[in-house]
């Protein structure tokens, strides 16, 4: 009876760990007619218009409407994530948008949260858009979200 248990005692282990996996999902709206909505992430080609789900954090992510722009966005306007549970204040999920060169204004693009801290994010209508980075010291601009698995939804031409 004891192993009997012991074994019930590792499978409720191992669901309570599975529940509280750590997942994040982006998901693009692309309401330009043109271009590919691609998802990066240390140079890795994550999506290319689909949604992704990151089994754990999603780091230094960036994303962009592909309508003839560099390998990284150059050229493009560029929403840059970091996706991740907190761990103790300030310590979780982050987006913005990027105009800070190479990148440039090339179409309307926003963010939000979803799942969590709905309602957060920001739009860039235009070049001069004050939500966005233009140089590395607007850190102002940055959306926090501080909650666990947290999702987010970028849009093009909304």
Known sequence: MSSFLK??????AAFVVGAQAESHTVTFQNSCGK?????????????????YTS????E???AYLD???????????TIETTLVNP???????STDISLIPP?????????????????AGADCTNA?????????????????????NVDLVITFCD
């Open 128 to 148: 001069n858009c004050p939500t966005a980075f233009k140089v590395p010291t607007d850190t102002h601009v940055q959306v926090a979200c501080q909650v666990d």
């Open 7 to 12: 074994l019930i005692a590792l499978v409720a």
């Open 35 to 51: 271009g590919v909505p691609t998802l990066k992430a240390n140079g890795v080609t994550l999506s290319t218009g689909g949604a």
């Open 67 to 77: 309508v003839g722009c560099g390998a990284n966005g150059e050229g493009c306007t």
């Open 103 to 119: 990148h440039a204004f090339s179409v309307t693009s926003g963010f939000g949260y979803y799942n969590g801290c709905d309602g």
């Open 55 to 58: 089994n754990g954090p999603l």
């Open 60 to 62: 230094a992510a960036i």
């Open 87 to 93: 761990t103790s204040p300030g310590s979780g999920s």
